[in-house]
Every structure is written in C-alpha cells, then in structure tokens.
C-alpha cells in the first residue's frame, strides 16, 4: 500500500507563472490537507478536503490560491500568478476523516519562485 | 481558541541523556494527540497517536503520554539518529483539521 504521494517533488516557477501541486492521498483515505512551510518554521495550515468538499480553507490566502479534491484523481493545490513569497514546501496529508483518525504526510513539494 | 504549544523550541542532548518534550493543549472534546518526527528536507513521519489521559505510547526509545492538559515524549537514552524536529498535533474541536504546536528541534550529540 503506497503512501502518500506528491508531486512533483521540486518545481521552479518564474514570477506570475501558475503552480499546480498534486497530492495522491493513501489508499482508502477520503480526507486530505494542505500544509506550508517556510525553512526553519512550523508547519501552517492551508485547507482540509474531504473529496469534493472544501471543509475548511480557513489558511488558505483568498487570492491566487485554490484548491480541489475530486471524485476521481488528486487533489491539486493551485498557486496562480506566483510570486516569490510563494516559495517554500507544501506538504500533504491524508487521513480516513474521523476526527482522532491519523494522518500520514507525503515527502511535500517544494517550490521555488525565481 | 484551539492552541498547540510546544516546548522547549530546541534541546541539545548528549548521547544516553535522557530528557522529555512537552505539548500542550487547549482543544475542547480532544480526539487524538499527535505525535510526528521529521527530518530536514522530509515530510513528518508518524510515531503515536494518544486518545485519553494516562495513556501510554512506546516506540524504541520514544515513550508518549497524555494528561488532560499535555502530553510528553520521553526520550530514554538518546542516540544521534534520533537528532529531527518532533511536532505534535491536535485535530481541532470544530472542523477537525490538524493543529501543529512548532515544535522541538532535537539534537544528539555523540
């Protein structure tokens, strides 16, 4: 059973380029979260997917950021016109959803604005 | 407000110094503690999960446990490979997305 799996692993943008993130949560897993981190800092919540629901997106800047997770397929983070204080790690999770249910982390992706 | 905290924000330890890491809490209706390990340039990498005070958690020489307010890693004679950043998290009381604390960057030294 693979993990959690994201990619791509790196990824280079130019400023005001579009950033698509995928994010293939563990088999069986029907919930999903976006995490942020900057180097040397914490781990800041972005949003909390169930699929095709948006449960909470509460860290997620209201412009140029969205996200889905679809019926069918990954879920995608979209960075639109990328500036470089974009750039840092973006890490997924998946979970089964019940509140106490564990959540397993993909190897994140990590994004470079230049 | 639901709040993680974690503390200290980092430990030097000598190899076999044994020492413990705190989280505190303030979530209403705590439904799982979290406890992750991760490494630079990594994602977190689960290590426990504790759902009621006075529970128990072993794992090598990593023992987790939980009170109604925080919880502890206790690290038992350390070796460097365990040198990484613990985070622990809680989901939050109302829409049950994952809360980290900032966590506690280790370091072992031989």
């Known amino acids: 059973n693979a993990g959690v799996m994201q990619n791509p692993r790196h990824l280079v943008r130019r400023r005001g380029q579009e950033a698509r993130l995928r994010c293939s949560p563990m088999?069986?897993?029907?919930?999903v979260y976006w995490y942020r981190q900057l180097p040397e800092e914490g781990l800041k919540f972005m949003v909390y997917?169930?699929?095709?629901?948006?449960?909470?997106e509460s860290g997620m800047p209201k412009e140029r950021f969205s996200a889905e997770f679809p019926k069918e397929g990954p879920s995608i983070l979209r960075i639109q016109q990328v500036v470089r204080g974009d750039s840092a790690a973006y890490f997924c999770?998946?979970?089964?959803?019940?509140?106490?249910?564990?959540?397993?982390f993909g190897q994140g992706t990590r994004l470079t604005v230049v | 407000e639901d709040q993680v905290t974690q503390s200290p924000e980092a430990l030097r330890l000598q190899e076999g110094e044994s020492s413990s890491l705190n989280c505190s809490y303030t979530?209403?209706?705590?439904?799982?503690l979290f406890w992750y390990r991760q490494d630079p340039g990594k994602g977190p990498e689960f290590l426990f999960t504790?759902?009621?005070a006075g529970e128990e958690k072993e794992k090598e020489r990593l023992k987790a446990t939980l009170t109604k307010k925080e919880s502890f890693l206790h690290i038992t004679a350390p070796k460097p490979e365990d040198s990484a950043t613990y985070l622990c998290?809680?989901?939050?009381?109302?829409?049950?997305?994952?809360?980290f604390g900032q966590g506690t960057t280790l370091q072992v030294k031989p």
């Open positions: 999770a998946s979970s089964q959803g019940d509140r106490g249910a564990e959540a397993f």
């Open positions: 088999k069986g897993h029907s919930h």
């Open positions: 997917l169930q699929k095709e629901n948006i449960i909470d």
């Open positions: 979530v209403s209706g705590l439904r799982g």
């Open positions: 504790l759902y009621s």
């Open positions: 998290a809680a989901p939050g009381s109302n829409t049950g997305k994952l809360i």
